[in-house]
């Protein structure tokens, strides 16, 4: 989980250091004009909550910072991932995750490991809405494997033998 974790995350540092310039905090007409940077900043700032939040063992994903620094200035946000990396592996141990839902304030029983899990799934599925901005804006080369499930590539690489 971790390693896939990691690997994901540096794959993303890699396709963000390969963007065209100017189009990383460019409203992108594909993505409802959100930005590769809006997205970019999504996926940071869960991660951030559930590594900052772990001390605490309270995370609420919805009031998360929103820093806008991360959106709009690309070496802040590979900045971000790093600090990510270098502070999400840690003991498994019960979380409670806060939410807000029609209105009510709800608490969740989960896990610091299910939670790297959904980290990990939601950012591959961000990913992939940034490869469509990539390829909106440029000719760019992406990974085969960028925004796309592992059990996905497996699934692929089964029926391809």
Do not use: W
């Amino acid at each position: 989980m971790f390693k896939s974790s990691m690997e994901t995350l540096e794959q993303f540092k890699q396709v963000l250091l390969e963007l065209p310039a100017d189009c990383y905090s460019q409203p992108c007409k594909t993505l409802s004009d959100a930005s590769i940077g809006q997205h970019t900043r999504h996926i940071i700032e869960l991660y951030l909550c559930l590594v900052q939040g772990y001390d605490f063992s309270k995370i609420s994903y919805d009031r998360r910072e929103r820093n806008l620094q991360i959106e709009e200035d690309l070496s802040y946000a590979l900045e971000c991932i790093s600090y990510i990396q270098q502070h999400l592996e840690k003991p498994n141990k019960p979380i409670r995750i806060s939410y807000e839902l029609g209105g009510e304030e709800n608490d969740l029983d989960s896990n610091y490991f299910r939670e790297v899990m959904y980290n990990l799934e939601h950012t591959i599925h961000h990913q992939a809405l940034i490869k469509v901005g990539i390829q909106y804006f440029s000719n760019q080369n992406i990974p085969e494997s960028f925004g796309v499930a592992p059990s996905t590539m497996q699934y692929r690489k089964q029926c391809a033998q």
